[in-house]
């Protein structure tokens, strides 16, 4: 009985520590550079576990290829409804796989769900404005809870919608300015990576520079695009001739 006690204390314990660290983590990585190492890089696994039912054996790149061609339907199906580059949907999947690594114990205290790590909520305590409701509330799709929102996302073709209905929405708010990027990859991973609907309309709107430059997750995937096109194809004409 005492050994039995001491086990469940000593797992209690393991548990703790897992979670402590994971915040710590996040906390350190908050507050600094991504390209500053700091003690707890050896948290982040090669790839992020929402890939992690693709083929372990496999280098990260490779497994992001093989998700790809598990779900290139619906990369090109989203393609066509959202009317935006197959390439950026698949790429930006890739990215955040890859160069934003997250472990399974990051889903405890986490606000995104699935591939892309949408977020389904803004807030720790509290729904907010993340960029998948404003996407709703513009009518881009249906209207769901926060846990119905979580769920959808978990699932491949879930996200997938999200992101191309994303898309399609910081593509409108662009040509509203004066650009096109339905098929402009390196921006609309830049525009992913860094704002919501209405912080991207106040940028546009305050700033309106001449050239748009992607930052460092939308140069990765320009980086990325001809891996990505082997796999799942070049985009229709009709949607790159918006």
Known sequence: MIHLTRRKIAAALTAACAVAAWIAFNFVNTVSSADVPTIFDGIRPQISYELSDTPGQLAPRERAAWWMKKNKGSIIAAEKRWRVDRRAIADVVMYEAIQNPEPLASLILSRFAGPGKLHYKAQRFGEGEPVTKEVEDLGYLPRR???????????????????????????????????????NVPMLGTFYSSWTLSEARSFLTRSHPRTLRPNRAGTWMEQQILFVQRIVGTPSRSVCAQ
């Open 145 to 183: 809870s926060v846990g119905a929102r979580k769920v959808y996302l978990e699932t491949d073709s879930g996200s997938i919608e999200y992101i191309g209905a994303i898309f399609r929405a910081f593509s409108d708010l662009g040509g509203h300015h004066g650009y096109s990027l339905s098929c």
